[in-house]
């Protein structure tokens, strides 16, 4: 198993596959994920294959000539590819103007965003119900392995992904790979280098990106609110802390959450199975795209989460939770079939930290632990759900940093961690 920081070349995307074979169905593929992470060069691969038109808007003299006159830019038999779309919106108008005009062929227009979608001025719903889209995020560990991923080998194999395997991954190897994140440009970084990288990328995010989206009365506030909600990162969600640290109502907390969001800078995980049981809370946790941007807000370096002082291990756990949760999402985003995601707690203080739910209904469910063991408690959440859900549970799993996998009860499992990035 190589280093993560010594990839050789470009590290190949799962959901460029994807996106090619949904290319063959639609007419409009959005591509859309955080900056830095491969849009620009997925777009170009993509065009290549295709022998497309690639205009990208991001390049200033590109936008100003697509301002001037789209129509020569854009009325090309060709299929186009427009990279950070969001920069000139009226390529929308455009878009739906031509598929206005039958016939409507498949892989007309591909566009990259980085940016939601919905979080885009009203001008972006000009292709409401025609426009299909795709995640891309940053580097998963089971993509730089080139290991297929633990939720298609589970949803395959159920139980058996249990195997006698010893994992070897250490302490610090495991907090080497939460502090580096996702990021391609990040990862082969010394730590110093790296460091500066993620606040290059979180600064030019929160002014060039968040700026599109809405002129702020108090923009000042954002770095702030972005770095209180790193420090809640893996929790239940209070804006009400937030908004008495930074002396300013929930809403505005709100309001600049959603915005963060819009950027995929943090993650909102909304409760699941809210109608499952009258006590299951509704609140949703805030999660990190990227645990390595989460860590350089927090000023937590390897050496800090090395520690084993009791905030320095209660620091690391939600950290690890960040990055195990961002490693399953990352493998929902390049899988078909996945009907929602959410994460589970009762009233009662039972939880379970991602459930991830197919078109079928079946249910697989997981639990992140930073120790090195299992114990039985960690499996209470997984079992109070299973005996819930009955049949259409799949499977529950309790992630950890020991050494040993083992069945613990009927569709109840625990795994190492590297069980994300190690086909066994």
């Known amino acids: ?116 979608h919905e979080s885009l001025p009203a001008a972006a719903q000009a292709l409401t119900g025609r426009l299909d889209r795709l995640e891309l995020l940053p580097l998963a560990q089971c993509e730089v392995e080139g290991a297929p991923g633990l939720l298609p080998r589970l949803s395959d194999q159920g139980e058996k992904v249990v195997s006698a395997r010893l994992s070897s991954t250490t302490r610090a190897e495991y907090i080497r790979r939460v502090v580096r994140g996702g990021f391609p440009l990040a990862q082969e970084r010394s730590d110093k280098a790296r460091a500066r990288w993620f606040d290059n990328y979180v600064q030019l995010t929160l002014e060039r990106d968040i700026n599109g989206l809405k002129r702020l009365r108090k923009a000042e506030l954002l770095p702030q609110v972005l770095a209180k909600l790193a420090a809640q990162t893996g929790q239940v969600v209070n804006r009400g802390n937030v908004a008495d640290a930074l002396g300013v109502d929930s809403a505005t907390v709100k309001e600049y959450g959603r915005l963060l969001e819009a950027v995929f800078l943090v993650r909102f995980l909304p409760a699941w199975g809210k109608t499952l049981n009258a006590r299951a809370a509704t609140s949703s946790k805030v999660h990190f795209h990227d645990s390595g941007v ?85 499996f209470a959440g997984l079992k109070r759900l299973r005996d819930h859900l009955g049949a259409a549970f799949g499977a529950g799993v309790v992630l950890h940093l020991g050494e040993r996998a083992f069945r613990y009860d009927d569709r109840l499992l625990a795994l190492p961690v590297d069980s994300l990035w190690i086909d066994d």
Do not use: C
């Not at 593929?29 to 065009?47: E, H």
């Not at 990208?56 to 427009?82: G, K, N, S, W, Y």
């Not at 690890?320 to 929902?332: A, P, S």
């Open 294 to 378: 989460a860590a350089r807000l927090l000023r937590l370096g390897g050496e800090k989460l090395d520690r084993r002082d009791p905030t320095s291990l209660t620091e690391f756990g939600h950290l690890v939770e960040t990055f195990v949760v961002g490693e399953l999402l990352k493998e929902v985003s390049w899988l078909d079939g996945v009907a929602q995601v959410g994460h589970w707690r009762t009233y009662d203080g039972e939880e379970v930290d991602l459930v991830v739910e197919r078109d079928d209904g079946l249910v697989f469910a997981f639990e992140v632990k930073a120790g090195q063991r299992a114990a039985k408690e960690s």
């Open 1 to 116: 198993m190589g280093d993560v920081g010594e990839l050789e070349g470009l590290v190949p995307r799962r959901v460029a596959a994807v996106a090619r074979e949904r290319l063959r169905e639609e007419p409009v593929l959005l591509i859309q994920g955080p900056r830095s992470v491969g849009k620009s060069t997925l777009l170009a691969s993509l065009a290549r294959g295709l022998s497309g038109t690639l205009i990208d808007l991001d390049d200033p003299e590109v936008l100003h000539a697509f301002q001037a006159d789209p129509r020569t830019l854009m009325d090309q038999p060709r299929p186009i590819f427009v990279d950070e779309y969001q920069r000139a919106l009226e390529v929308l108008d455009y878009i739906k103007a031509q598929l206005n005009r039958p016939p409507t062929r498949p892989g007309r227009f591909v566009l990259t965003g980085s940016s939601r």
